[in-house]
């Protein structure tokens, strides 16, 4: 019987199915993007910063080995590092505890030389100098000499929690007064750090505390500026690299996925490519992993590659390898603080490609969904800070404003905010504006939304 004759027959042959084949759309997809000559330059600008970092840590790095000498480049940074260390949740706390507790002892210390000159005893008056400390912390923040007494850390470290509980309200009212101060033209006392004060951000400096307890190496009975940059080195480094991921690379990773990601599903859709990807032996799964492999490949070129260079070529410049040792775990918050940056922007960017045919409407909606959502809690927030204003009269117009900034109940509107909040913890930078727990859920929810859309979406061209 000749061949022609046989008819239609079952096919017994069953399809290989790996789990590779999205490795050769995400390789296709790379390819036919990096042919835009727009993304070779954002690509070239965007790791330009590179160099201004190295020089940074190059410096920073100089400057922790030798903070004690006034030769070029350690002169030179050693200023920085002071400024960096005192914007340290955790450091300035500490600062404002102690004081605190000084202005306390001067007031007993004048109280009791009252009553012991009311019954004619003479009290030697130069034995109590409270703000010899003051002195010692504050009046050479510019010079590169912050220093603390180990009986003021153990006085921090053993605190209760009722004088944490007032010390809660009492550091709050000192930061926003300072603030009011020298808006007023008062004297200030050296550069002010402005965070979220939080009872955590207390207990975190009471560990800290209770942690430069053993870097007194020498006796001394103070934790000198040396002492205290040994310690705090390796957050001097994530301080660098999450400064690294917020500013610079942010904005190019908003426009490279602006550019790449709306064209990826929509095209398909719109040149009916699903007929060409799901004849091959491929699942739904591998094509979303394909295509949000294609965004990866750009984002990680964008922001892990460059920061891990960022982090060897200052191991590099370092003179000593013991930077090792303290900044191990630097890479592998890289590596997390990238993931939590391209796992949902990528997932959203994807889910407005497929709900469309024309990749000008994708990209339309993910530019305004960043430029909307910031400009959403600039004015809430300022909105937030007018009300303030007016129910405290007798408090300076602006430090309403810069309460309401701190806080960040309005920060969930904007995605970059909220982005860089779960960066901030993630490098332990304490420096959220807003709720971590509801960056994550607001996050999380993001995605599992999108992934619910994208599959229903992929799957609708091959459901029967």
Same mark, same amino acid.
């Given at each position: 019987m000749?061949?022609n ?8 042959l ?16 790379v390819?036919?993007?990096?042919r835009?000559?727009? +993304?070779r330059?954002?690509f ?5 910063? %590179? +160099?201004?970092?190295?020089?940074a840590?190059?410096i ?6 030798d ?5 070029f480049p350690?002169?030179l940074?050693?200023?920085v590092?002071?400024i ?5 949740p955790?450091i ?7 004081s605190?507790?000084?202005?306390f002892?001067k007031?007993?210390?004048?109280l ?13 008056k130069d034995?109590?100098?409270?703000d ?7 009046g ?5 000499e912050?220093s603390f007494?180990v ?15 007032m ?5 709050t ?6 603030i ?7 004297a200030?006392?050296?550069?002010s ?5 939080s ?6 400096s ?6 430069l ?16 940059v040994?310690?705090l ?7 660098i690299?999450f ?5 610079p ?12 990601? @709306?064209?990826?599903?929509?095209r ?5 490519? !699903? ?8 699942k @739904?799964w ?5 295509k949000?492999?294609i965004v ?5 070129g964008?922001?892990?590659l460059?920061?891990?260079m960022l ?11 013991s ?7 630097l @890479? +592998?918050? $890289? ?7 391209c796992?949902p922007?990528t997932?959203?960017a ?6 469309t045919?024309?990749? $000008? ?5 993910? !530019?305004?969904?960043? %430029?909307?959502?910031?400009i ?5 927030t300022?909105v937030?800070?007018v009300?303030?204003?007016n129910?405290?009269?007798?408090q300076p ?9 701190l806080e ?11 982005l860089?909040? *779960? ?10 504006t807003?709720?971590i727990?509801l ?13 619910? %859309? *994208?599959?229903r979406? %992929?799957v609708a061209p091959?459901?029967?």
């Amino acid at each position: 019987m000749g061949i022609n004759n046989l008819g239609y027959r079952k096919w017994e042959l069953t399809p290989k199915i790996g789990s590779h084949q999205w490795t050769t759309i995400t390789s296709f997809g790379v390819r036919v993007a990096w042919r835009s000559s727009w +993304l070779r330059r954002i690509f070239l600008l965007a790791w330009l910063p %590179i +160099l201004v970092m190295g020089v940074a840590l190059f410096i920073l790095e100089q400057s922790i080995q030798d903070v004690d000498s006034d030769e070029f480049p350690m002169n030179l940074g050693r200023p920085v590092v002071s400024i960096i260390i005192m914007q340290r949740p955790e450091i300035s706390n500490i600062v404002m505890i102690t004081s605190i507790k000084k202005q306390f002892d001067k007031v007993a210390s004048q109280l009791t030389q009252g009553v012991f000159g009311s019954l004619g005893i003479d009290v030697d008056k130069d034995a109590d100098n409270p703000d010899q400390g003051d002195a010692r912390q504050q009046g050479g923040i510019f010079g590169g000499e912050i220093s603390f007494d180990v009986e003021d850390l153990k006085f921090v470290a053993d605190m209760s929690p009722e004088m944490l509980e007032m010390m809660f309200g009492q550091t709050t009212s000192r930061m926003m007064g300072g603030i009011g101060g020298r808006r007023r033209g008062q004297a200030g006392q050296g550069p002010s750090a402005l965070f979220k004060q939080s009872k955590h951000k207390l207990q975190r400096s009471q560990e800290v505390a209770r942690d430069l307890l053993g870097y007194d190496l020498d006796g001394s009975g103070v934790i000198e500026f040396r002492e205290l940059v040994d310690y705090l080195r390796p957050t001097l480094w994530a301080q660098i690299l999450f400064t690294f991921f917020i500013i610079p690379q942010a904005f190019s990773v908003v426009i490279v996925i602006g550019m790449v990601a @709306p064209k990826l599903i929509s095209r398909d859709m719109k040149n009916r490519a !699903f007929l060409l990807y799901y004849s091959r032996p491929i699942k @739904p799964w591998q094509y979303l992993l394909g295509k949000c492999g294609i965004v990866w490949v750009f984002l990680a070129g964008l922001t892990t590659l460059p920061a891990l260079m960022l982090y060897c070529m200052g191991v590099a410049l370092s003179p000593s390898m013991s930077v090792l040792l303290v900044t191990w775990d630097l @890479p +592998l918050r $890289i590596i997390i603080a990238s993931v939590v940056l391209c796992v949902p922007t990528t997932l959203f960017a994807l889910t407005l490609s497929s709900l469309t045919r024309e990749s $000008i409407f994708a990209s339309f909606g993910w !530019f305004a969904v960043w %430029i909307m959502g910031s400009i959403a809690y600039g004015i809430m927030t300022v909105v937030e800070g007018v009300v303030r204003m007016n129910n405290n009269v007798d408090q300076p117009n602006f430090v309403g404003f810069v309460e309401s900034g701190l806080e960040g109940n309005w920060s969930w509107l904007s995605p970059l905010q909220t982005l860089e909040n *779960l960066q901030s913890w993630v490098f332990g930078m304490d420096q959220e504006t807003g709720s971590i727990g509801l960056a994550f859920a607001l996050v999380s929810l993001v995605c599992v939304i999108c992934l619910i %859309i *994208l599959r229903r979406r %992929i799957v609708a061209p091959i459901r029967v």
